[in-house]
């Protein structure tokens, strides 16, 4: 499987839309255009571990944003269901790219209510290995002579 936030931000997107009819999934922040009811993904921090076996294990922080027209008057309301609605189906996803679909899980989960949106954060920890051909550096032109940028012979 290739990993990708696109790929996850299309995976939720599928996954969340029945539990919030309406609402438009967004990969990142759109501030052009967009009209709420609507959701966005946005990625916090990557921290990669390297383990045994040419092995890596990728901690990703996700921020799921959900925002609502301000002027409800039962936003708060609204904002507080939303959170305990992905409360009860956010423990994994199902994660969909190119070549199939695998059940990601995750960690870490939890909300908060800002004035003007609901900030749904959790962690997801992907297993990652580098291709066998891969080769970040091949070759490396080292010089030994340091100048003062005058030539001299």
């Known amino acids: 499987m290739t990993f990708s936030i696109s790929h996850v931000a299309a995976s939720l997107a599928g996954y969340l839309a029945p ?9 990142d922040p759109n501030q052009q ?21 040419g092995r ?35 423990d ?11 059940l990601i899980l995750t960690h870490d989960r939890e909300w908060r209510i800002d004035q003007d949106a609901m900030h749904y954060q959790f962690e997801i920890r992907v297993w990652v290995t580098l291709p066998e051909d891969f080769t970040p550096m091949e070759t490396m032109d080292y010089s030994e002579v340091v100048t003062d940028g005058t030539e001299k012979v």
């Not at 967009?34 to 045994?52: G, I, K, N, V």
């Not at 301000?70 to 936003?75: F, Q, R, T």
């Not at 994994?92 to 695998?102: A, H, K, L, N």
């Open 33 to 53: 255009g967009s009209e709420p009811p609507m959701m966005f993904l946005q990625q916090r921090y990557a921290y990669t571990d390297r383990r045994l076996s």
């Open 56 to 90: 890596f294990l990728r901690r990703i922080g996700l921020d799921l944003t959900y925002l609502l027209d301000y002027s409800l008057p039962d936003m708060q309301q609204q904002y507080q269901a939303a959170a305990e609605t992905l409360d009860m189906v956010m």
């Open 19 to 27: 539990g919030f009819p309406g609402v438009t999934f967004y990969e």
């Open 92 to 102: 994994s996803f199902p994660y969909t790219d190119d070549t199939g679909t695998t």
